[in-house]
């Protein structure tokens, strides 16, 4: 939850499926949806496919439907 006083300026942050993740990622899985700043990114192009390569520590949120009812599956 970020509150209503949190100050974000004029940052649009914005979301991403997951197609694969390295070997010591801890809390992304594939399909997982990403929230990012798209500022931070780098862009890698793979068979004529253009992909977002994002470090997990610059990952803002979340939502993962593998986590069922026991949480809302979106965390920061």
């Given at each position: 939850?970020?509150?209503?006083t949190?100050?974000?300026?004029a940052?649009?942050?914005?979301?991403?499926?997951?197609?694969?993740?390295?070997?010591?990622?801890?809390s992304?899985?594939?399909?997982?949806?990403?929230?990012?700043?798209?500022?931070d990114?780098?862009?890698?192009?793979?068979?004529?496919?253009?992909?977002?390569?994002?470090?997990?520590?610059?990952?803002?949120?979340v939502?993962?439907?593998?986590?069922?009812?026991?949480?809302?599956?979106?965390?920061?």
């Amino acid at each position: 939850m970020i509150p209503a006083t949190a100050a974000m300026g004029a940052k649009r942050l914005a979301w991403s499926r997951v197609v694969g993740v390295g070997p010591q990622v801890r809390s992304v899985e594939v399909e997982d949806r990403v929230l990012f700043d798209p500022d931070d990114r780098a862009e890698v192009e793979v068979h004529g496919d253009t992909y977002v390569v994002l470090r997990e520590r610059d990952v803002h949120a979340v939502a993962a439907g593998r986590l069922g009812d026991s949480a809302t599956g979106l965390y920061l």
